[in-house]
Structure formats: structure tokens, C-alpha cells
């Protein structure tokens, strides 16, 4: 059913006899219009027929699709008059006139076209005289001139036809089957018509066989989804040949084909081509072809320049002609091409494929051969050198094989017969190749042999390396004489070596096994697909396969199978026999169906305990022990599989190396449900450290990958060393979610203790070099693609650290996003207690506060105060400002001159010269080298000393020389004898000795007394003598 139509109110008077109808004064409701009018209908063929009619506001697309039983995609309202006369009922005989006017007040929705003009029409016995026709739509426009007839070959029309969208024209004519043989043909060759057509030309002949001539031109010609460019050519025909002349097709970058094409109206094999080809793309010649759209997929990646003739007559069995193409630099089938060249000459229904030379980046293939059109009989030879494995891996379009590398050599490789009779094909190929590579490791050699005989194709596959240095021999036996293609595949493996295989399947494991076994597979290759077509494939074999031992080895993990292993081959199911695998502390019964094509039901069962060490095949950086227990069933049909089962461990634990980090969840007792679909958590419960650990949630399945998933984590009192250096003991509560490319972390963290210990060299730090990670494999890929999403991370007076720096305690208030390996941390670290120690000083911390900016590579912001008493002074320092460029400010009470400050701070000393003034304090060089000689010689000489001689602290300083004074170096060496009691004695080492000696006791913070012997100048010129002093320091605030 097209539609439907609507008739509404009508009247008329009817006489009906048995030579005519008369309808006089008919008034009808049709078609959403009205009509009016009389009419006579002759019911004999030769009768005379009249019409006189009114119509008004007739749906035209209605009324087309009434009339041929097709839908036209266009809109329009038809008013006018028809008066005409013609014998029996055919309009081919009419005579009289016809006006109509179209009009059309609906916009143009989706492919539909609305359609208005003025059209009128004279008719004398069946030739139709155009008075005026002028019509057009949104994007088209067509007027015509002239006359023409359906039947008679007096057509002379004149017609001009210009459209901004010539896929319009293609929706209205062809897409919507208007013209049925038109339709078909774009169908079969993926035809698409696009941007501006225009013809101006004549029609001349009967309209159901014309005679075309005149200019065409379209803005672009796409075939199978690619656009081929512009294309112009000329129209000349008569009653005898229709020619095609100065056609161009155009492409973008300029290159294109110019073509001749001459087609006969009468006879047969007597079509003729000439085309020059320059710089026409590869690409586009293939869309052309007829070929299938798989073979169009697989070689689509096509791009390179041909340029060449083809000239041939008498197509398509008496062809006479040649073609001759090249080819420089490109992609055949995505692999990188050096040249290509094809030479073919045509006689009667023989094509002689000459020569077919292809070279690419590495590899080179020669063919030749001949191909007959008309009884389908071909013989063609080959041969290949260098031939890269990898490039004939991707001609096979099937990305989910191992990567295939390596060179092979094509001995030679031919093939006769008549293309309809496979059991007329002769064939024989002999290939070999020494260094095939799978997934990057080494597979030994292969060698293919081949060859036909009493309409068998006999085929021997070795392979050598690959399962050890013995050879492995499959053979296989093709029936070419029944069109089922029955085939015999047999093979005996023989105490095989899996070290390379295993490599691949499990290429994080050190795994090493044995196998032995025997194949025998019988059936046909051409078997009935999924669509219900006929086609080659495995899927009609049967047969059996023996492994009659099967170990595998990974470390101290072995497994092997108690007896043979059976497995049945049948069509759509693989039917495994119950078999067991036993090894340490494994023991895995396994048997049942595995449906591998439609039709097919799964009955697979797995159960039993395995060794918890199997994790490590999956990664070298995770270490566990225990074992699990494991259920599982398959169960439903190829087309709706159900999988079922439960994973249990119990008093199990497993180690994740992650940098120089292992964590260890250690007594695990956990749970897993699992289906088709998805995974659940019935249980999680472990130690980790001193804390507990448990987790809820599931993920999604996809197969047997994870689509997505949500779990939740809550630790407590958990205890590990991390971050790097630290101890923490902490609560967690987090949520983790995400995919296999991306997962969120989010949450908090409340930090009961973490503590650093880890003294602080800064030599080691100015000359640190990056650490070398104990972990195996590279990172883990959660590492890589986890990203924090708000995590937040506090714990109050939870920062401790006690080193040769200082001993403080802080609070942390601090907020995680992004990479994990990289975060954005936002928030603050605030010091409440604790001192700092610097040249032997402690520095009782009175304001500490490090602010994380919220922005990527932010400088921390420093904010730190401290307060020491140095000989009696007590000196304040504050660092503040970007970690990178912080500011620095001391000050002392009582008050003292910024240079003294800085020297008591340096060196302990308020002078070190007759003026007064802190030499150290008076040159920036001097202070970054003391600051140095701090770092670089002091601190690990004081060290030594302090574990030598009991010294608690020596100094070597360098004292940059004023004005007259020669530059030296200062030792200071002093012994706390007890918190309160300290003798320090210091002396130049070269110049003037200036030696000093003092006792300091210390009563509380705010008195200490001092007494200080200073020796006097040794120099001639020197007016200073030695001196004893004795001093009481105290510290009161006014």
C-alpha cells in the first residue's frame, strides 16, 4: 500500500452503453482539491475519447504517485483546464490543450521540494507543443521549449536546466524510484550527485528511447562515500551512437582524467574508451570499482598519483587496446608505497595482464597473467621478495590478531582455472620466511608449501622456533571437487616448548611449560554465515584435540594436568572434557561446552582452589600468598551467554610494589559475586599496617573487561610509609570510581600521626639525584590515568618531626586534585609547636604556616617565625614569600646592628674585627659561603668530631678580609657538657690568632652569665691587649 486517497463530496450524471461512458457535469472532492467538468470515455479502442475539465488546488504529488505507484518527494498545488480529445484511452492520440498553474505555500521540509511554475501544452494527434514551461524549486530551475511525443520519434525539445543542489534532483528522479533503471545503478555503484548541475541541450526522438545532446556539468561525483571531483563533458548523439566527448573529470588538487566514450545504439561489443589519466588519485579509482565493500574497506588507505592511457574498442567481447598505469610515492592499503606499475593489452574477450610491479618502503611483488571475460578462465603467476609480514597482516583487516613481523620470501605462486569451476583451479605456492616476530618476541622460522593434484590443494605449514628448535608440522587437504570445500587439518606436537607462546599470552610472567599433542579436524569450508550466506570459514569443522601433557612453570608456580586433555570440535560449540589441573597448592577441575557460533550452548564449569601466586603472571610488582576458591559456570547459548560465579580468599595476602613503596594487605578475607554483567564485592576485610581496611561496591562488565566501576574504601588506624620518608597512621574513607582510561579518587583522609624522622643533609640535597624505583614492568597503569577529585587530607597536630633539623609538630588541612602522580594540592600546613635547628641554634618556632596556592606548579607560600638566644641575645628570623624567591628578616633583642645580627646568627660571634663590624655581615659573599661551608664541610665535619671527641660542635668559617686585613679562616670548636652548660674556644687559623675562650651557663630564658678570656693582637702595630670579661645577660620586655 502506497497511501491512500480521499475522496469527499461528489455528483454526476452517468450513462454508460457498450461503446462509451458519459459523466456529464461530474463535481468531485479529490486529492485535497476540487474538480468539475464533463468527460466521454470510449470503451473500444478505436472510439473517440473527450475531456473537459476544471481542477483546482490538486495535490500534484498525490496525483503522480496515483497515477505510477511511486512517491515523489516534492509539494504542489495544480490549478487549470484540460480539453482533450484522443481514441480509446490513449493520451498518445491526444489532441486539445492543457494549462496549469503550480503553486506551493509550504516550506521546504527535509527532502522534500516544493515545486511552482506555470505550464502549457498544445496537442495534435500525440505530438505535444510547449506554449510555456517554466518551473522551478529551491534550488532548481528548469524551462523548456519545443515539442515532443511518448510514442513518435518527433520530439524536438530544447531544455535548460540549472540547480545549486544537484542532490535535489537525484532525491527527486532517481533516489525516489521515478526512474527505476536509474535507481538501481546508483544503487549498485554508491552514486551520489553533488553541489551545481547545469545541462543546456535537446531532446529529439520518442521520449521512451531519446536522443540526447547538448553541455553538462556537476560540481562533484561521489561514488562509495568518496568525492571523485567535478566532471564536464559533452552529449552528441544520433539514431546510431551515443558519444561522450571532451569529458573532464576535475579533482581538487588539480589532477583528474580527460575521457572519450562512444556507445553504439545498435549491435553489440563495439564500446570504445579513451582516457588519459594525470595525477589522478588512487583512492578514487578504487571507490569506482565494482568491487565488494569489504575488499573497497580493506584497501581504502589508498593514496597516490596514477597517471597513464587506456584505450580500448569493442567492449566487452571483442576488445582490442591496452592500459598502461603508473604510480610514484603513496599508501596502498595504508602501508607505504615506493611505485606501482600495470600494463594490460585486450584482444576479443582475453585480458593479458602484462605486467604488475609493486615496490614499497621494504618488499617487492611481481605478477602477471591473463583473464577471460566471457568463459572466466584466468592464469596468473606471482612471486615476492622481501615481502613485509606486517603489511600483508593489515590487507587482512582483522585488528584483533597478535602483531605478525618479519620478512618472507614468495617463491612462486600460480593459479589456472576457470573462475566458476573451483575444482578446475590448479594451484601451487611455496613461502618461507627466517626472522617472524609475534608481539615483538622472536618466533622462529615458517615455511607454506602448497599444490594441487587429482583436484586436491595439499598445504604444509612448519614451524620451527616458535615451540622449540623441532619442527612442528601441520598439514591440511582440500576437496576442491565438491563445492563444500571438504577439508582434513592434522597436526602431531611433540614435547613443544611454550617459553615464546606463554611470553605472548602473559608477557608481564617469567613462564616456561611443555605441551604435547594431536589435532584432527574434518569438514567443509564453505559453511552458511551469520547473514545466511555461503562463505569460507572454520566454522564447519569437526573434529578432536589430545593434549596428552600440558605443564606450565612460573617461578615457584606449577602447573600441570592430571591426565589428558580432550577437547571436541563440533560446528558452533567446543566441548572440553572434564579435566584437572593440579599444582602448588592448586587443584582446578575444568570441563564442559563453549558455544563459538550461533546456535551454540555453553555448559562450562570451573571449580576449585588456586594459588594466589597466579596474580603474579599479570604483573612482576605484585607478590601474594594464600590461596583462593573459585566457582564458576557458563551456562546460556553463543547469542545470550550467562556467566555465574563466586571468588572467595581467606587468610590470603597480597604486595603492590608502587615506586619504592609496598603496601601489603595482609590477612585478606574477601568475596567476589560475579555474572555476565557484573561484579560485585561481598566481602573485603585485610590489615594493612596496624589498621583494618574494608571495601564495598561492584563494577560493570563488558565481556571479559571492566566497563566501569564504584567502590567504596574505609580504613582504619591504617599504618604505612607514606609519603616517602614518613610514617603515617591514618583513617580513610574513600570512594573510587571510574573507567579502564580514567579513575577518580575522592574523599578524606584524617591523619591521626605521621612522622619524619629522616635527617636532612643539604649537600645531599643541592647534588640529590632522581631515586631508583624498586618497581618491575614500568608504572602501574593506575598510576598513569588515576586523577584525585577533592580529596581531602587533614589531621590536627598530626605532622611530627624530630631530625637533625628540629623537632615541631604541625597541623594539615589540604585538598587533592588531578594526576596522581602529579596533584594540585591546595590548602595550608600550619606549624602550632616545636623548634628549628640552624648552625647548632634552636629556634623556637613561633609562627609556621606554608600555603599551597590552587594552581598547577604553584610555589608553596612560606610563612615562618622563630626566636633563638645566641650569647645572651635573643635573635628572631622570619622567612616569608615563595619557597623559589622567599624574603628573609632577622632582628635580635636588645637591639643590634643587622650585620651583628647576621654574624651571631652565622658564627656565634658579634665581631670578628678590631672595627667592630661582622666582616661576614658586610659581604653577601661571605655569608653564602659560610652558608656553604655550613653545609658542604662543617655539618658532616662537626658530625664526625661529635663521634670522635665528644665535640658538639666545629666550625671552619672563612673570614673575607677588609680594608688592610689579609682574608683567613675562623675555628670554632665547641663541648656542651649539658643542656645549661656550654665552653666554646675559637681561633684564626693563619694572620692574627685573635683566639677567644668562653663559658656559657645558661640559668633560664632570661638570664644566662658569660665568662669570656679574648687574646690580645700579636701584630707590631696593634694597640689591643688581652682581656677578661664576665657578663650577666638578662631579657625583660618594657
Not at 606501482?340 to 617487492?364: E, M, P, Q, R, Y
Not at 599470552?505 to 551469520?530: C, F, H, I, V, Y
Not at 580504613?715 to 583513617?731: A, C, H, I, K, Q
Given at each position: 500500500?502506497?497511501g491512500?486517497?480521499?475522496l469527499?463530496p461528489a455528483?454526476?450524471?452517468?450513462?454508460?452503453t457498450?461503446d462509451q461512458?458519459?459523466?456529464?457535469?461530474f463535481?468531485i472532492d479529490a486529492?485535497?482539491?476540487?474538480?468539475?467538468?464533463?468527460?466521454t470515455?470510449?470503451r473500444?479502442?478505436?472510439?473517440?475519447?473527450?475531456?473537459?475539465?476544471?481542477?483546482e488546488?490538486?495535490?500534484l504529488a498525490?496525483?503522480?504517485?496515483?497515477l505510477?505507484?511511486?512517491?515523489?518527494?516534492?509539494t504542489s498545488?495544480?490549478t487549470?483546464?484540460?480539453?482533450?480529445?484522443?481514441?480509446?484511452?490513449?493520451l498518445?492520440?491526444?489532441?486539445?490543450?492543457?494549462?496549469?498553474?503550480?503553486?506551493?505555500?509550504e516550506?521546504?521540509?527535509?527532502d522534500v521540494?516544493?515545486?511552482?511554475g506555470?505550464?502549457?501544452?498544445?496537442?495534435?494527434?500525440?505530438l505535444?507543443h510547449?506554449?510555456?514551461?517554466?518551473?522551478?524549486?529551491?534550488a532548481?530551475?528548469?524551462?523548456?521549449?519545443g515539442q515532443?511525443s511518448?510514442?513518435q520519434?518527433t520530439?524536438?525539445?530544447?531544455?535548460?536546466?540549472?540547480?545549486?543542489?544537484?542532490?535535489e534532483?537525484?532525491?527527486l528522479?532517481i533516489?525516489s524510484?521515478?526512474?527505476?533503471?536509474l535507481?538501481?545503478?546508483?544503487r549498485?555503484y554508491?552514486?551520489?550527485?553533488?553541489?551545481?548541475?547545469?545541462?543546456?541541450g535537446?531532446?529529439s526522438g520518442a521520449?521512451k528511447?531519446p536522443?540526447?545532446?547538448?553541455?553538462?556539468?556537476l560540481?562533484?561525483?561521489?561514488?562509495n562515500?568518496?568525492?571523485?571531483g567535478?566532471l564536464t563533458?559533452?552529449?552528441s548523439?544520433?539514431?546510431a551512437e551515443?558519444?561522450?566527448?571532451?569529458g573532464?573529470?576535475?579533482?581538487?588538487?588539480?589532477?583528474?582524467?580527460?575521457?572519450?566514450?562512444v556507445?553504439?545504439?545498435t549491435?553489440?561489443?563495439?564500446?570504445?574508451?579513451?582516457?588519459?589519466?594525470?595525477?589522478?588519485?588512487?583512492?578514487?579509482?578504487?571507490?569506482?570499482?565494482?568491487?565488494?565493500?569489504?575488499?573497497?574497506?580493506?584497501?581504502?588507505?589508498?593514496?597516490a598519483?596514477?597517471?597513464?592511457?587506456v584505450?580500448?574498442?569493442?567492449?566487452?567481447?571483442?576488445m582490442s587496446g591496452?592500459?598502461?598505469l603508473?604510480?610514484?610515492?603513496?599508501r596502498?592499503?595504508?602501508?607505504?608505497?615506493?611505485s606501482?606499475?600495470?600494463?594490460?593489452?585486450?584482444?576479443?574477450?582475453?585480458?593479458?595482464?602484462d605486467?604488475?610491479?609493486?615496490s614499497?618502503n621494504?618488499?617487492?611483488?611481481?605478477?602477471?597473467?591473463?583473464?577471460?571475460?566471457?568463459?572466466k578462465f584466468?592464469?596468473?603467476?606471482?612471486?615476492?621478495d622481501r615481502?613485509?609480514l606486517?603489511?600483508?597482516q593489515?590487507?587482512a583487516?582483522?585488528?584483533?590478531l597478535?602483531k605478525?613481523a618479519g620478512t618472507a620470501?614468495?617463491?612462486?605462486?600460480?593459479a589456472r582455472?576457470t573462475f566458476?569451476?573451483v575444482?578446475?583451479?590448479?594451484?601451487?605456492f611455496d613461502?618461507e620466511?627466517?626472522?617472524?616476530t609475534?608481539?615483538?618476541?622472536?618466533?622462529?622460522?615458517?615455511?607454506?608449501i602448497?599444490e594441487t593434484?587429482?583436484?586436491k590443494?595439499?598445504?604444509?605449514?612448519?614451524?620451527?622456533?616458535f615451540?622449540?628448535e623441532?619442527?612442528?608440522?601441520?598439514t591440511a587437504?582440500?576437496d576442491l571437487?565438491n563445492?563444500?570445500?571438504?577439508?582434513?587439518?592434522t597436526s602431531?606436537i611433540t614435547?613443544a616448548?611454550?617459553?615464546q607462546l606463554?611470553?605472548?599470552?602473559?608477557?608481564?610472567?617469567?613462564?616456561?611449560?611443555?605441551?604435547?599433542?594431536t589435532?584432527?579436524?574434518?569438514?567443509?569450508l564453505?559453511?552458511?554465515?551469520?547473514?545466511g550466506?555461503?562463505?569460507?570459514?572454520?566454522?564447519g569443522?569437526t573434529?578432536?584435540?589430545?593434549?596428552?601433557?600440558l605443564t606450565?612453570?612460573?617461578?615457584e608456580l606449577?602447573?600441570s594436568?592430571a591426565g589428558?586433555?580432550?577437547?571436541?570440535?563440533?560446528p558452533?560449540?567446543?566441548?572440553?572434557h572434564?579435566?584437572?589441573f593440579?599444582?602448588t597448592?592448586t587443584?582446578?577441575t575444568?570441563g564442559g561446552?563453549?558455544?563459538?557460533a550461533?546456535?551454540?550452548?555453553?555448559?562450562?564449569?570451573?571449580?576449585?582452589q588456586?594459588?594466589?601466586?597466579?596474580?603474579?603472571?599479570?604483573?612482576?610488582?605484585?607478590?601474594s600468598s594464600g590461596f583462593?576458591?573459585?566457582d564458576?559456570n557458563?551456562?546460556?547459548?553463543?547469542?545470550?551467554p550467562r556467566?555465574t560465579?563466586?571468588?572467595?580468599?581467606?587468610?590470603?595476602?597480597v604486595?603492590?610494589l608502587?615506586g619504592?613503596q609496598?603496601?601489603?594487605?595482609?590477612?585478606l578475607d574477601?568475596?567476589?559475586v560475579f555474572?555476565?554483567?557484573?561484579?560485585q564485592?561481598e566481602?573485603?576485610?585485610?590489615?594493612?599496617?596496624a589498621?583494618?581496611?574494608?571495601?564495598?561496591?561492584g563494577?560493570?562488565?563488558s565481556?571479559?573487561?571492566?566497563?566501569?566501576f564504584?567502590f567504596?574504601?574505609?580504613g582504619?588506624?591504617?599504618?604505612l610509609s607514606?609519603?616517602?620518608?614518613?610514617?603515617?597512621?591514618?583513617?580513610?574513607?574513600?570512594?573510587?570510581?571510574?573507567?579502564q582510561?580514567?579513575?577518580?579518587?575522592s574523599?578524606?583522609?584524617?591523619v591521626?600521626?605521621?612522622?619524619y624522622?629522616?635527617?636532612?643533609?643539604?649537600?645531599?640535597?643541592?647534588?640529590q639525584?632522581?631515586?631508583?624505583?624498586?618497581e618491575?614492568?614500568g608504572e602501574?597503569?593506575?598510576t598513569?590515568t588515576?586523577?584525585?577529585d577533592k580529596?581531602r587530607?587533614?589531621g590536627?597536630?598530626?605532622?611530627?618531626?624530630?631530625?637533625?633539623l628540629?623537632?615541631?609538630?604541625?597541623?594539615?588541612d589540604?585538598?587533592?586534585?588531578g594526576?596522581v602522580r602529579?596533584p594540585?594540592i591546595?590548602?595550608r600546613?600550619?606549624a602550632?609547636?616545636?623548634?628549628?635547628n640552624?648552625?647548632n641554634?634552636?629556634?623556637?618556632?613561633?609562627?609556621?604556616?606554608i600555603?599551597?596556592p590552587p594552581?598547577?606548579?604553584?610555589?608553596?607560600?612560606l610563612?615562618?617565625?622563630?626566636?633563638?638566644?645566641?650569647?645572651?641575645?635573643?635573635v628572631?628570623a622570619s622567612?616569608?614569600?615563595?619557597l623559589?624567591?622567599?624574603?628573609?628578616t632577622?632582628?635580635?633583642?636588645?637591639?643590634?646592628?643587622?650585620g651583628?645580627?647576621?654574624s651571631?646568627i652565622?658564627?656565634?660571634?658579634l665581631?670578628?674585627t678590631?672595627?667592630?663590624?661582622?666582616?661576614?655581615?658586610?659581604s653577601?659573599?661571605?655569608t653564602a659561603?659560610?652558608?656553604?661551608?655550613?653545609?658542604?664541610?662543617n655539618?658532616p665535619?662537626s658530625?664526625?668530631?661529635n663521634?670522635?671527641?665528644?665535640?658538639?660542635r666545629?666550625?671552619?668559617?672563612?673570614?673575607?678580609?677588609g680594608?688592610?686585613?689579609?682574608?683567613?679562616?675562623?675555628?670554632t670548636?665547641?663541648r656542651r657538657?649539658?643542656?645549661?652548660?656550654t665552653v666554646?674556644?675559637?681561633?684564626?687559623?693563619a694572620?692574627?690568632?685573635n683566639?677567644?675562650?668562653?663559658?656559657?651557663y645558661?640559668?633560664?630564658d632570661r638570664i644566662?652569665?658569660?665568662?669570656?678570656y679574648?687574646q690580645?693582637?700579636?701584630?707590631?702595630?696593634?694597640?689591643r691587649?688581652?682581656n677578661?670579661?664576665?657578663?650577666?645577660?638578662?631579657?625583660k620586655r618594657?
Amino acid at each position: 500500500m502506497i497511501g491512500k486517497l480521499s475522496l469527499g463530496p461528489a455528483h454526476a450524471a452517468l450513462v454508460a452503453t457498450a461503446d462509451q461512458v458519459q459523466v456529464s457535469n461530474f463535481s468531485i472532492d479529490a486529492l485535497d482539491g476540487h474538480a468539475s467538468g464533463n468527460a466521454t470515455i470510449a470503451r473500444t479502442k478505436t472510439g473517440a475519447s473527450r475531456v473537459r475539465a476544471n481542477f483546482e488546488n490538486f495535490d500534484l504529488a498525490g496525483a503522480i504517485t496515483l497515477l505510477s505507484g511511486r512517491v515523489v518527494p516534492l509539494t504542489s498545488r495544480a490549478t487549470g483546464k484540460a480539453d482533450l480529445s484522443f481514441t480509446g484511452t490513449d493520451l498518445g492520440t491526444a489532441t486539445g490543450t492543457l494549462n496549469a498553474q503550480l503553486r506551493t505555500s509550504e516550506p521546504a521540509v527535509g527532502d522534500v521540494a516544493p515545486l511552482s511554475g506555470d505550464l502549457a501544452l498544445t496537442a495534435d494527434h500525440g505530438l505535444f507543443h510547449i506554449q510555456l514551461a517554466d518551473l522551478q524549486t529551491a534550488a532548481t530551475k528548469l524551462t523548456a521549449t519545443g515539442q515532443f511525443s511518448v510514442e513518435q520519434p518527433t520530439s524536438n525539445l530544447h531544455v535548460d536546466v540549472a540547480s545549486t543542489d544537484a542532490g535535489e534532483l537525484q532525491r527527486l528522479f532517481i533516489t525516489s524510484g521515478a526512474v527505476p533503471e536509474l535507481e538501481e545503478q546508483f544503487r549498485t555503484y554508491g552514486i551520489e550527485l553533488g553541489g551545481r548541475l547545469a545541462f543546456n541541450g535537446t531532446v529529439s526522438g520518442a521520449l521512451k528511447d531519446p536522443i540526447v545532446s547538448g553541455h553538462a556539468e556537476l560540481g562533484s561525483l561521489i561514488m562509495n562515500g568518496r568525492d571523485l571531483g567535478s566532471l564536464t563533458a559533452n552529449l552528441s548523439s544520433t539514431a546510431a551512437e551515443t558519444r561522450v566527448n571532451e569529458g573532464r573529470l576535475t579533482q581538487a588538487n588539480g589532477g583528474g582524467a580527460q575521457f572519450a566514450l562512444v556507445v553504439p545504439r545498435t549491435g553489440e561489443n563495439n564500446i570504445s574508451i579513451d582516457a588519459t589519466l594525470d595525477r589522478m588519485n588512487a583512492g578514487n579509482l578504487i571507490a569506482a570499482l565494482p568491487l565488494q565493500a569489504a575488499t573497497r574497506e580493506q584497501i581504502g588507505d589508498t593514496q597516490a598519483d596514477v597517471s597513464g592511457t587506456v584505450k580500448i574498442t569493442g567492449i566487452p567481447n571483442a576488445m582490442s587496446g591496452m592500459a598502461d598505469l603508473r604510480s610514484g610515492t603513496g599508501r596502498l592499503a595504508g602501508e607505504p608505497l615506493q611505485s606501482l606499475i600495470a600494463h594490460a593489452t585486450f584482444s576479443g574477450s582475453t585480458v593479458n595482464l602484462d605486467k604488475f610491479d609493486v615496490s614499497f618502503n621494504a618488499g617487492h611483488i611481481v605478477a602477471s597473467g591473463t583473464y577471460d571475460t566471457t568463459t572466466k578462465f584466468f592464469d596468473f603467476k606471482a612471486s615476492g621478495d622481501r615481502v613485509q609480514l606486517e603489511r600483508l597482516q593489515a590487507f587482512a583487516n582483522k585488528p584483533g590478531l597478535p602483531k605478525i613481523a618479519g620478512t618472507a620470501v614468495v617463491k612462486n605462486l600460480t593459479a589456472r582455472g576457470t573462475f566458476t569451476d573451483v575444482s578446475s583451479y590448479q594451484i601451487s605456492f611455496d613461502a618461507e620466511s627466517n626472522d617472524i616476530t609475534i608481539d615483538g618476541r622472536a618466533a622462529g622460522s615458517l615455511k607454506l608449501i602448497g599444490e594441487t593434484a587429482d583436484k586436491k590443494l595439499n598445504v604444509s605449514f612448519t614451524a620451527t622456533g616458535f615451540l622449540g628448535e623441532k619442527a612442528q608440522l601441520v598439514t591440511a587437504h582440500v576437496d576442491l571437487s565438491n563445492e563444500k570445500l571438504p577439508a582434513e587439518i592434522t597436526s602431531t606436537i611433540t614435547d613443544a616448548d611454550l617459553t615464546q607462546l606463554l611470553k605472548i599470552l602473559l608477557p608481564q610472567a617469567e613462564a616456561t611449560g611443555r605441551a604435547s599433542a594431536t589435532l584432527k579436524l574434518s569438514g567443509n569450508l564453505m559453511s552458511e554465515n551469520d547473514q545466511g550466506e555461503e562463505a569460507l570459514s572454520l566454522r564447519g569443522l569437526t573434529g578432536t584435540a589430545s593434549i596428552s601433557t600440558l605443564t606450565i612453570n612460573v617461578a615457584e608456580l606449577s602447573l600441570s594436568t592430571a591426565g589428558p586433555l580432550l577437547i571436541d570440535f563440533k560446528p558452533g560449540e567446543l566441548n572440553v572434557h572434564e579435566t584437572k589441573f593440579t599444582g602448588t597448592e592448586t587443584n582446578v577441575t575444568l570441563g564442559g561446552t563453549i558455544a563459538t557460533a550461533a546456535g551454540g550452548i555453553n555448559t562450562l564449569a570451573i571449580n576449585g582452589q588456586i594459588n594466589l601466586r597466579i596474580l603474579g603472571l599479570f604483573s612482576k610488582d605484585v607478590f601474594s600468598s594464600g590461596f583462593a576458591r573459585l566457582d564458576v559456570n557458563l551456562g546460556g547459548t553463543y547469542e545470550k551467554p550467562r556467566l555465574t560465579g563466586r571468588a572467595s580468599v581467606n587468610g590470603g595476602s597480597v604486595s603492590v610494589l608502587l615506586g619504592d613503596q609496598r603496601i601489603t594487605l595482609a590477612n585478606l578475607d574477601a568475596a567476589l559475586v560475579f555474572n555476565s554483567t557484573q561484579a560485585q564485592i561481598e566481602r573485603l576485610k585485610a590489615r594493612l599496617g596496624a589498621g583494618e581496611i574494608t571495601a564495598t561496591g561492584g563494577a560493570q562488565l563488558s565481556g571479559f573487561s571492566v566497563s566501569q566501576f564504584l567502590f567504596d574504601i574505609i580504613g582504619t588506624n591504617v599504618t604505612l610509609s607514606y609519603p616517602e620518608g614518613f610514617r603515617s597512621t591514618v583513617d580513610a574513607n574513600l570512594k573510587l570510581r571510574g573507567t579502564q582510561d580514567i579513575q577518580f579518587i575522592s574523599g578524606d583522609v584524617h591523619v591521626r600521626r605521621t612522622e619524619y624522622t629522616k635527617n636532612i643533609d643539604l649537600a645531599q640535597l643541592i647534588n640529590q639525584r632522581p631515586q631508583t624505583s624498586i618497581e618491575e614492568g614500568g608504572e602501574f597503569k593506575f598510576t598513569q590515568t588515576a586523577v584525585f577529585d577533592k580529596l581531602r587530607v587533614e589531621g590536627r597536630n598530626a605532622l611530627v618531626m624530630r631530625n637533625n633539623l628540629g623537632d615541631l609538630v604541625a597541623s594539615v588541612d589540604l585538598q587533592l586534585n588531578g594526576e596522581v602522580r602529579d596533584p594540585l594540592i591546595e590548602g595550608r600546613i600550619t606549624a602550632t609547636r616545636g623548634t628549628l635547628n640552624f648552625r647548632n641554634n634552636p629556634f623556637e618556632i613561633t609562627r609556621g604556616l606554608i600555603d599551597f596556592p590552587p594552581r598547577l606548579n604553584a610555589d608553596p607560600i612560606l610563612n615562618i617565625a622563630g626566636q633563638s638566644v645566641i650569647r645572651g641575645y635573643r635573635v628572631t628570623a622570619s622567612i616569608q614569600g615563595p619557597l623559589t624567591h622567599p624574603e628573609t628578616t632577622v632582628g635580635s633583642e636588645p637591639a643590634l646592628p643587622q650585620g651583628d645580627v647576621v654574624s651571631l646568627i652565622l658564627n656565634g660571634t658579634l665581631s670578628s674585627t678590631d672595627t667592630s663590624t661582622s666582616v661576614l655581615a658586610q659581604s653577601g659573599l661571605g655569608t653564602a659561603a659560610s652558608l656553604l661551608t655550613d653545609a658542604l664541610i662543617n655539618a658532616p665535619v662537626s658530625r664526625a668530631t661529635n663521634k670522635l671527641f665528644g665535640l658538639s660542635r666545629l666550625e671552619i668559617s672563612p673570614v673575607i678580609g677588609g680594608a688592610g686585613i689579609a682574608p683567613t679562616a675562623r675555628l670554632t670548636v665547641a663541648r656542651r657538657f649539658s643542656k645549661d652548660v656550654t665552653v666554646t674556644y675559637s681561633t684564626n687559623i693563619a694572620s692574627d690568632p685573635n683566639q677567644v675562650l668562653s663559658v656559657e651557663y645558661r640559668v633560664s630564658d632570661r638570664i644566662s652569665f658569660v665568662a669570656e678570656y679574648e687574646q690580645g693582637s700579636q701584630r707590631n702595630l696593634s694597640t689591643r691587649n688581652s682581656n677578661y670579661s664576665f657578663e650577666i645577660r638578662f631579657r625583660k620586655r618594657f
